[in-house]
C-alpha cells in the first residue's frame, strides 16, 4: 500500500511539474508569437497548393499527408486554447498565404472544465466563439477553409484523474455538434472525431499515445480520409494553386 501511494505521488508530481513549465512557458510568450519564424517561407519551385495547420498540439503533429501538388506547413503550438490561437493568427498565418487552412483546436479550453467546473458554460461559449472567428479571419485571408471536429480524448490515466471530468467529454460533443454548423461554400467541415472515437465517444486506444494526443497511425488514418478530401478539392477547382 505504501508502495503504491508513493507511486502515485511521483505520478502527480511529474503531472504537476509539467503544468508549472508550460504555465511559466505561456508567461513568457503568452500567445507563442515566438514559436515559429515570422519571414514569409518560399513556395516550392512548382506550382502548388499550400495548405497550413493550425491550432494546438494535435495540429502540431499532424503529419502532412503524401500527395502530389500540395505543399504542407504547420503552425500548431502544443497546449495552446482558441484564445491563444486567435491572438496569433495575424503573425503566423497571413504572411504564409495558405490556400488552405486546416484547423484543428478547442481540447485545451474544455480540459479546464476539470479545474473550473463552475465555469464550464462559459468555457465551451468562448470555445465556439474562438473556434468562428479563427474559420472568418482564415477566410478573410483569401484561404479555404478545412475545420475539423475536435479528436476525442482518450482513458485517462491514474495521475489526471484529480484533474478531470466526464463533463470534458460532453463539451466536446457540444462544440463538435456546433463545429457542424459552421459549414458552407468555403468552409469544410472533416468530422475527425467519428474517424478517431469508438462506440462510447472514446478515443480509439490503438489511435492514441495518451489521453490527449494521437500515434502515428491515428494521423495516417486521418491522412486517408484527407488526401480524399484535397483531392476532390483539386478535382472541382475550388482553389488555386500558388505561382513560385
Given at each position: 500500500?505504501?508502495?503504491?501511494?508513493?507511486?502515485?505521488?511521483?505520478?502527480?508530481?511529474?503531472?504537476?511539474?509539467?503544468?508549472?513549465?508550460?504555465?511559466?512557458?505561456?508567461?513568457?510568450?503568452?500567445?507563442?508569437l515566438?514559436?515559429?519564424p515570422?519571414?514569409?517561407?518560399k513556395?516550392?519551385?512548382?506550382?502548388?497548393i499550400?495548405?497550413?495547420?493550425?491550432?494546438?498540439?494535435?495540429?502540431?503533429?499532424?503529419?502532412?499527408?503524401?500527395?502530389?501538388?500540395?505543399?504542407f506547413?504547420?503552425?500548431?503550438i502544443?497546449?495552446?486554447?482558441?484564445?491563444?490561437?486567435?491572438?496569433?493568427?495575424?503573425?503566423?498565418?497571413?504572411?504564409?498565404?495558405?490556400?488552405?487552412?486546416?484547423?484543428q483546436?478547442?481540447?485545451?479550453?474544455?480540459?479546464?472544465?476539470?479545474?473550473?467546473?463552475?465555469?464550464?458554460?462559459?468555457i465551451?461559449?468562448?470555445?465556439?466563439?474562438?473556434?468562428?472567428?479563427?474559420?472568418e479571419?482564415?477566410?478573410?485571408?483569401?484561404a479555404l477553409?478545412?475545420?475539423?471536429?475536435?479528436?476525442p480524448?482518450?482513458?485517462?490515466?491514474?495521475?489526471?484523474?484529480?484533474?478531470?471530468?466526464?463533463?470534458?467529454?460532453?463539451?466536446?460533443?457540444?462544440?463538435?455538434?456546433?463545429?457542424?454548423?459552421l459549414?458552407?461554400?468555403?468552409?469544410?467541415?472533416?468530422?475527425?472525431?467519428?474517424?478517431l472515437?469508438?462506440?462510447?465517444?472514446?478515443?480509439?486506444?490503438?489511435?492514441?499515445?495518451?489521453?490527449?494526443?494521437?500515434?502515428?497511425?491515428?494521423y495516417?488514418?486521418?491522412?486517408?480520409?484527407?488526401?480524399?478530401?484535397?483531392?476532390?478539392?483539386?478535382n472541382d477547382?475550388?482553389?488555386?494553386?500558388?505561382?513560385?
Amino acid at each position: 500500500m505504501l508502495g503504491g501511494s508513493i507511486f502515485l505521488n511521483i505520478l502527480i508530481f511529474d503531472k504537476a511539474k509539467k503544468y508549472y513549465l508550460e504555465l511559466n512557458e505561456t508567461r513568457l510568450d503568452p500567445s507563442g508569437l515566438n514559436h515559429y519564424p515570422v519571414n514569409l517561407k518560399k513556395l516550392n519551385p512548382e506550382r502548388q497548393i499550400r495548405v497550413v495547420f493550425f491550432g494546438d498540439s494535435r495540429a502540431e503533429g499532424w503529419i502532412s499527408p503524401n500527395i502530389s501538388g500540395y505543399e504542407f506547413i504547420n503552425r500548431g503550438i502544443h497546449g495552446q486554447t482558441s484564445v491563444q490561437t486567435i491572438q496569433r493568427f495575424p503573425s503566423h498565418l497571413p504572411s504564409l498565404q495558405p490556400n488552405i487552412v486546416i484547423i484543428q483546436v478547442g481540447v485545451n479550453d474544455l480540459k479546464t472544465i476539470g479545474l473550473f467546473p463552475e465555469r464550464s458554460e462559459s468555457i465551451v461559449t468562448n470555445c465556439r466563439e474562438n473556434i468562428k472567428r479563427i474559420v472568418e479571419e482564415s477566410k478573410n485571408n483569401g484561404a479555404l477553409v478545412i475545420l475539423t471536429t475536435i479528436f476525442p480524448v482518450g482513458k485517462v490515466p491514474l495521475q489526471r484523474k484529480p484533474f478531470w471530468s466526464d463533463q470534458i467529454g460532453k463539451a466536446v460533443n457540444e462544440v463538435n455538434s456546433y463545429i457542424t454548423t459552421l459549414a458552407e461554400d468555403r468552409v469544410i467541415i472533416f468530422d475527425a472525431f467519428s474517424i478517431l472515437a469508438d462506440s462510447q465517444g472514446m478515443m480509439l486506444q490503438k489511435y492514441g499515445s495518451d489521453e490527449l494526443h494521437l500515434n502515428k497511425q491515428g494521423y495516417e488514418i486521418l491522412n486517408q480520409q484527407l488526401v480524399k478530401l484535397l483531392k476532390k478539392i483539386t478535382n472541382d477547382n475550388i482553389v488555386s494553386p500558388n505561382l513560385k
